[in-house]
């Protein structure tokens, strides 16, 4: 059995890949055997074997369970824009997404991250979003809340997009992406009062963050020892 978890955030650059790194780093702690994917990614450089995106090989370096790129990120995008924008004539589809996903989550492993693009309305097409994704697959959402000013308001609403479209909320993370946010202890207490799901840790201010040092503020046990987690024979 395996839990798995679709990871999204407040915005683009809020923390995601550094909040998913880390909780694989936690996992492989624990001996947790791990699964990590990208499935979408617009933002990449060519290499000699390809299209490659930093994100989607940082997800890759932590898994314990060995995938080829192309296994991590199917859907390799150059330009970092929208991924619809990005993908310029040719046509994203979250049905499609989701294929290489279950493909993949066949794999034996205890914990899966899925990580998203950008937030949970980016869309992939002129009639579904990256959301409709998380849908499909029907996994349990960790949300990163990139703390910066306006992040109330950016938190509040993508949690109420999540919960209208009947994903489960698993829990959140707060990670500080402005050095200078006034009054970030207090934020983050807004929205902890706010937000019904658990916390699952504070990651503050890093000048050069790695995952290692991300685990230290981030408590995995709330996942593991969810009631309902979804599982995946």
Not at 42 to 69: F, H, I, M, W
């Amino acid at each position: 059995m395996k839990q798995a978890y679709f990871v999204t955030a407040t915005d683009t650059d809020a923390g995601k890949t550094l909040v998913t790194t880390a909780l694989l780093y936690l996992a492989a702690q624990q001996s947790l055997q791990t699964l990590a994917l990208k499935p979408l990614a617009a933002g990449c450089e060519s290499t000699p074997d390809g299209l490659r995106n930093a994100d989607a090989l940082k997800l890759q370096q932590q898994a314990t369970v060995a995938l080829s790129y192309d296994q991590v990120n199917p859907v390799a995008l150059a330009d970092p824009i929208a991924p619809h924008l990005a993908a310029g004539m040719r046509q994203l589809s979250a049905d499609r997404l989701a294929a290489y996903c279950r493909g993949v989550m066949l794999q034996k492993a205890d914990l899966v991250f899925i990580e998203g693009a950008g937030g949970w309305r980016v869309p992939l097409n002129p009639r579904e979003t990256l959301s409709h994704l998380v849908q499909m697959l029907q996994v349990p959402v960790i949300l990163v809340v990139g703390m910066k000013l306006g992040c109330l308001n950016h938190a509040l609403l993508t949690a109420e997009a999540i919960a209208r479209d009947g994903v489960r909320l698993a829990g959140w993370v707060a990670c500080q992406t402005d050095p200078d946010m006034s009054r970030f202890d207090d934020n983050v207490s807004s929205l902890r009062q706010r937000l019904r799901a658990p916390l699952l840790g504070v990651i503050p201010w890093l000048e050069d963050p790695q995952p290692a040092q991300a685990a230290q503020y981030l408590d995995l046990s709330v996942l593991l020892e969810t009631e309902n987690p979804h599982a995946i024979n």
